[in-house]
């Protein structure tokens, strides 16, 4: 009997082939005995290293790697161009375009918006003296929020003079109250945020008829090192302000834009 069973398990053995190999997907190691065979010996499986995410740059990153650059009509115009072209026609975009001529000097980040103002305005004690229309400013200044435009009015204290300044933002001030001050009296400078700048041109409550400059605060960042187009929701409201209101005066020949 013993010769049979040992005769059946060497049939077996050789039906049956090689040793199994281990699956795949798991790593082994042989291990060697002192009977002339290899053994083989699961290893643990190594641990699984999380892959590293670049990382972003920030905006101080790359202000802490170059210095800030003042901006230039060109950046203007490129930022109209890239904002309109999937929804305008190049006919449309070109009559979007500004003149060279309309631009003022660029602010070489040397200035105060008084001395500013001086340079790009040498007659504007004249003008003062000429405006005295309703609804009308001479000088509209753009913000990126409330309290920007607040920083800005007390920026100017020594260029207005005796005129008078308009807050033109949302914040705390109903539009109404606006309405009433633009109707009441003359106002020489408006200072504000493009949306309600925009709410009361499309309201007939603000005109553009004696407006002779419009200055963009470009150049200044919040908190968060922000400029004025930086920030999505202001950088619309200012390109619709753009494209509604402000292109067509300028192009008429009246107005000139500088990048504070």
């Not at 650059?69 to 975009?93: C, G, H, W």
């Not at 004025?228 to 192009?251: C, F, H, N, W």
């Amino acid at each position: 009997m013993n010769n049979v069973s040992e005769q059946s398990t060497r049939r077996k053995r050789k039906k049956g082939g090689e040793t199994p190999q281990p699956a795949l997907g798991k790593k082994y190691k042989k291990q060697h005995t002192d009977f002339f065979t290899d053994v083989l010996i699961e290893e643990p499986p190594e641990a699984c290293l999380p892959k590293r995410r670049k990382r972003k740059k920030k905006i101080s990153d790359v202000l802490a790697s170059s210095a800030p650059t003042p901006a230039t009509p060109a950046d203007l115009q490129k930022m109209i161009v890239q904002y309109f072209k999937n929804e305008r026609s190049v006919i449309e975009l070109e009559e979007l375009k500004l003149p060279d001529s309309c631009f003022l000097q660029n602010n070489d980040l040397t200035h105060t918006l008084s001395s500013y103002l001086k340079q790009v305005c040498p007659k504007w004690v004249k003008l003062c003296k000429d405006h005295t229309k309703n609804k009308s400013v001479l000088i509209l200044i753009i913000c990126s929020s409330a309290l920007r435009a607040l920083e800005m009015i007390r920026l100017i204290a020594s260029f207005k003079d005796n005129c008078k300044i308009l807050k033109l933002f949302a914040k705390h001030i109903k539009i109404e109250e606006q309405i009433k001050w633009l109707t009441k009296g003359v106002v020489h400078i408006g200072v504000g945020t493009p949306g309600r700048i925009r709410n009361l041109i499309d309201l007939d409550e603000l005109s553009l008829q004696s407006l002779k400059y419009v200055i963009f605060d470009w150049n200044w960042r919040d908190q968060k090192l922000r400029r004025l187009m930086d920030i999505p929701e202001v950088k619309k409201e200012t390109l619709k302000l753009l494209e509604t209101s402000i292109v067509p005066v300028i192009k008429s020949g009246s107005v000139k834009l500088g990048l504070f």
